[in-house]
């Protein structure tokens, strides 16, 4: 159990820390790729880490960028890919497909919380093109240190 707390709140420190990188859209929206740091400790150590990782990121959010709208969605939204990469871990397939489609997965809980902040869905959809290969390249990237 020690180990499953180390590696939640390890994760939880590097998600914080992407978010330091981030690309701001507004005065309160930001974009990044914290997600990563949730999604490869679900796919080694298990759902366990990855909530206590999206809970510190989470209110990391808050304390970094303020209590608003955005940061509480941003919030909610880091525990909700949590959560759906706990599920998706479980399916059968090569670790390298799960990730990636823990990534995809968490790319679409970002479309749906910048289409409910935005409420353009073509806003919302240009913004995920710019992030896309981003999070496709970042994220081999850190499949392949975590391998």
Known sequence: MYRLIYYGCSYGLLGSILMIYTIKIDSTIILDLRFL?????CLYAGMVPAIIAACIIGVMRLLLFGIT???IIG?????VMALLSGWTVRLPYRPFIRFQLMNSISLLCVFFSLSFLFK?????ATIIIYLLPASFIG???????GR
Do not use: E, N, Q
């Open 120 to 124: 353009d869905i073509k806003h919302a």
């Open 75 to 79: 919030a909610a939204t880091i525990i």
């Open 37 to 41: 740091a949730v999604t490869i400790v």
């Open 139 to 145: 994220g081999c990237l850190v499949y392949l240190v």
């Open 69 to 71: 709208a955005s940061g």
